[in-house]
């Protein structure tokens, strides 16, 4: 195995929503990058993929799944949980639900006026969210009526339309969703798409199929060894620097494989530490999602377009309206509807009969369990262990409960029912005269059923003290490592309000423009 030294200024790890930014911007700017990434190309006439409407589809498609899961929760029952993680040029961006949220203005004013990450203050960043909407393409789905029905029934339950949920002060209310759609298809964009291979980017090599084993730290600039194509293992290093990508689980587990961890859990597992960097896969953060579905519905099959209906809403678990522009965190659940009507949904499992339905989620957002990304062996090969420990901090339980409470106070809603034609069913533990229904159920409940959201971050956090943090906020270079920064959303130190490609692609394109910022275009 020999290390190509000349060959590259920068290599990046990761095709998904951040990596494939950086990669398609650094090119852009002239630099020779390549772009490893363990998945595959997927194919234009893939339309399980690109078709919004196939969204079932695609998440069933073994090809693109790396197949992650959880340790045993002990709050849910000791479930196993799937954290699915796609594979493939575009990441999680193959096969998420496209619903497209900024995060919330008090996120990053938190992250730059409490946490110490100089530059990510909201007013900052909205230039890059800008050139990621206009370039990325962000779009509504067509009105529907089951739509207008869904905002009239979130009015009776204290949430007010809101328009502008992203570009406004607050996500409060019942918001018309933006989604990571070309409306003209309608066809599914990612930023892999649309950053990298919608451009003429010579300077740009993409190598699919490579699977980065780890890196080889102390010889300059890192040496990145990995499995090519061929079943190779083969290595390289840039000239410039390494930029790991590769997401909240496969990250912090790629810098533990190359001796940047815990130095004592690293010595157990016989890796030789390069940096005591304790808080490497520490400060794992994923919402929670519990909801209740209802049925026998007669919605106009064409009511959901995308991943969810077009109307979802965000709402405080204290049940009061938040200020105007909300305090960090206040806005604390998101509701995102959907229906058996989507191609391939999920069909209930016995003892449930099979029916068509409506399945009303809530994510619980800003909760304050946190989880950790491990080892159980050297082996690169290995899975790395999960932990999301949802539900470990006693707080979260009130939060989760009202945010079944909430999904539970809209699916009572009368006027909805008749709209939507259905009505509760009797094994859900709905029951009409909320908020009276008994607590033991509803915690049963959330333990039998709460599932993922796939909102991963926090587990590279970005932050000054080395002691709780793996990435400087003004570089995302990794603290103590020459060479080496972390761009995806595991450098996010805390969740943020919604669905998490938004924050991603922003790290990437902030990321992009901090190490740009270094040389600028390349002469
Ligand atoms: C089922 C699902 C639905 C979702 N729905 C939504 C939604 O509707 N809206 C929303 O905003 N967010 C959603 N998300 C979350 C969002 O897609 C992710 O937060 C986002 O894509 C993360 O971006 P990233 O760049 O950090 O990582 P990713 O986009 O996950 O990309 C990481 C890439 O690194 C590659 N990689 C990993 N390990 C290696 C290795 N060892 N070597 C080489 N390459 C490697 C992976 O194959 C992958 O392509 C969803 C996620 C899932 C799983």
Known sequence: MSANQSEYDYVVIGAGAAGSIVAGETAAAGYRVLLLEAGLEVSPDNNDVWDPTRWNEVLKDPAFEIGFESTKQAHLDNRILQLLQSKGLGGCQIHNAMVYVRGGRSTYDHWANELGCAGWSYQELVPFFQQIETTVGISPPPASAFGDALIAAFGRV???FNPGYNEGPTEYGSVPFQFTVDAEGPRRTTSYQKYIAARSLPTLTVQPGCFVRRL??????????YTNAEGEIVA????????????AIASPAILLRSGVGNAQALEKLGIATQCDLPAVGQNFYDDLGVGVIVGPNNIPMDAQRYGYIGVGAFATASGEAPQPVPGYGEVNIEIQISTSSLPGALEPKPPFPPLSYVLIGSSSLHLKSRGTVTLATADPAAKPVVDPGW???????NRVLAALGLVYRIASDTELAAAGGWHPLPFMPVNPKFP?????IAEAWIRLTGLTVQHYVGSCAMGTDVKTSVVDPTTLSVHGVPGLRVIDASVAPTPVTGNTAGVSMLIGAKGASLLLGKGGKRG
Do not use: C, K, Y
């Open 436 to 440: 009276l229904f008994p607590i033991e």
């Open 216 to 225: 080889i730290l102390g010889r300059g600039v890192p040496i990145v060894e």
């Open 158 to 160: 204290g949430l007010p």
């Open 391 to 397: 539900l470990s901090d006693p707080e979260d339980w």
């Open 236 to 247: 390289v290093q840039p000239v410039g620097e390494v930029v790991l990508a590769a997401g």
